[in-house]
């Protein structure tokens, strides 16, 4: 390992799962001036060979071998645990991709290995905390300045699985997990948890009619805060054009989220609107605000960076958050007792629904 009292060294940082996640990922890393990709490792990779300085292997028990200080987890729910698992064992610092793992059992498991290697950061890779709408409506909701929040209403969905054409890992319940909640609506089930603490009361529709697929296409659910904060969300796979709407009524006014930047470029102007309550009559427009530039990526590597090099707490996408937004998914899954039943029906070994 470096030795990063030095000043002159830079962290080196392997890439576990080079498509099209982990190659993003490297063009960020690549910008950051204390990281140094020395390894990637992709099952597509046949061969063992070294380009520009970097080795390519197959496996990433290769890859742990080249010692690394921090490891990029960019796989398949079915091996994001196991391998973060591993780099946590090999003494890297860990950044892994949403989420955690297929269950809660997978990010249970990690957060053991974790707390036995307490000097080890590890994050969770819930980007949308990083988009700049989203800090704004942070901000204003923590600042008071519109007073309380009442409810929260979202929608996030697409049209369909990368897998729909033929059935993937994606579309197998044994090795994902879940279905569009679990792979797109975790983030914003995180972003609801941000915005309004835990959700104590949850009810919910979870269905799989339209593809048929063994995870879900769809996934309705009302939520409800100890404080009586109510939200209601919509993850679906049935979107046809690509949405991501989320809108928070607060005591004085409202703000409203929608669309946001991503590599797709599917879902949308990103924006924000601030909406002042009238008294005594409606508000008839409100304050838009457009973002034109996507630096969530960059502004999300750069933080865990900066827990490394400066010894900080992981603030955002910690374990605890990964696993708390993890366990919503599944109280929603589990709040369907149709969807409970024919989950357990199928493959009683995944999907901690009880």
Request: charged content about 25%; overall charge negative.
């Given at each position: 390992?470096n030795?990063?009292?030095?000043?002159?060294n830079?962290?080196?940082?392997?890439?576990?799962?080079?498509?099209?996640?982990?190659?993003?990922?490297?063009?960020?890393?690549?910008l950051?001036?204390?990281?140094?990709?020395?390894?990637?490792?992709?099952?597509?990779?046949?061969?063992d060979?070294?380009?520009?300085?970097?080795r390519?292997?197959?496996?990433?028990?290769?890859?742990l071998?080249?010692?690394?200080?921090?490891?990029?987890?960019?796989?398949?729910?079915?091996?994001?645990?196991?391998?973060?698992?591993?780099?946590?064992?090999?003494?890297?610092?860990?950044?892994?991709?949403?989420p955690?793992?297929?269950?809660?059992?997978?990010?249970?498991?990690v957060?053991?290995?974790?707390?036995?290697?307490?000097?080890?950061?590890?994050?969770?890779?819930?980007?949308?905390?990083?988009?700049?709408?989203i800090?704004?409506?942070?901000?204003?909701?923590?600042?008071?300045?519109?007073?309380?929040?009442?409810?929260?209403?979202?929608?996030?969905?697409k049209?369909?699985?990368?897998?729909?054409?033929?059935?993937?890992?994606?579309?197998?319940?044994?090795?994902?997990?879940?279905?569009?909640?679990?792979?797109?609506?975790?983030?914003l089930?995180?972003?609801?948890?941000?915005f309004?603490?835990?959700?104590?009361?949850?009810?919910?529709?979870?269905?799989?009619d339209?593809?048929?697929?063994?995870?879900?296409?769809?996934?309705?659910?009302?939520?409800r805060?100890?404080?009586?904060?109510?939200?209601?969300?919509?993850s679906?796979?049935?979107?046809?054009?690509?949405k991501?709407e989320?809108?928070?009524?607060?005591?004085?006014?409202?703000?409203?989220?929608?669309?946001?930047?991503?590599?797709?470029?599917?879902?949308?102007?990103?924006?924000?609107?601030?909406?002042?309550?009238?008294?005594n009559k409606?508000?008839?427009?409100g304050t838009?605000?457009?973002?034109?530039?996507?630096?969530?990526?960059?502004?999300?590597?750069?933080?865990?960076?900066?827990?490394?090099?400066?010894?900080?707490?992981?603030?955002?996408?910690n374990?605890?958050?990964?696993?708390?937004?993890m366990?919503?998914?599944?109280?929603?899954?589990?709040?369907?007792?149709?969807?409970?039943?024919r989950?357990?029906k199928?493959?009683?070994?995944?999907?901690?629904?009880?």
């Amino acid at each position: 390992m470096n030795d990063l009292n030095s000043g002159d060294n830079k962290l080196r940082v392997g890439i576990a799962g080079y498509g099209v996640v982990g190659q993003r990922r490297r063009y960020i890393i690549d910008l950051h001036p204390s990281l140094d990709v020395v390894a990637v490792s992709d099952i597509n990779y046949k061969f063992d060979e070294v380009n520009n300085g970097i080795r390519y292997v197959s496996d990433y028990g290769e890859l742990l071998s080249e010692n690394i200080d921090v490891l990029f987890v960019c796989l398949p729910n079915y091996l994001a645990a196991e391998v973060t698992i591993a780099g946590l064992r090999h003494g890297c610092h860990v950044f892994c991709e949403k989420p955690p793992g297929r269950d809660l059992f997978d990010i249970s498991r990690v957060m053991d290995i974790e707390r036995e290697n307490p000097g080890k950061k590890l994050q969770y890779g819930f980007n949308h905390r990083y988009h700049d709408s989203i800090r704004d409506a942070l901000r204003i909701i923590r600042s008071g300045e519109m007073g309380n929040l009442i409810n929260l209403r979202g929608v996030y969905g697409k049209s369909g699985f990368f897998g729909v054409a033929g059935p993937d890992w994606r579309t197998d319940r044994s090795r994902s997990g879940g279905g569009i909640l679990l792979d797109q609506g975790i983030h914003l089930v995180d972003i609801m948890r941000l915005f309004s603490g835990e959700f104590v009361e949850v009810k919910s529709f979870v269905e799989n009619d339209y593809w048929g697929h063994q995870v879900e296409d769809n996934a309705y659910a009302i939520l409800r805060t100890d404080t009586g904060v109510v939200a209601t969300l919509h993850s679906s796979a049935t979107q046809w054009q690509h949405k991501f709407e989320l809108e928070i009524s607060l005591d004085h006014g409202a703000i409203l989220l929608s669309g946001i930047l991503s590599g797709s470029k599917s879902y949308g102007e990103e924006k924000i609107t601030i909406i002042r309550r009238e008294y005594n009559k409606p508000a008839l427009g409100g304050t838009t605000t457009k973002y034109l530039e996507d630096n969530s990526w960059r502004d999300e590597v750069a933080e865990f960076v900066d827990t490394i090099l400066k010894d900080k707490s992981v603030e955002n996408g910690n374990s605890l958050d990964a696993f708390k937004s993890m366990e919503l998914v599944f109280k929603i899954y589990s709040a369907d007792l149709k969807w409970k039943n024919r989950v357990h029906k199928d493959d009683s070994t995944v999907g901690q629904l009880n």
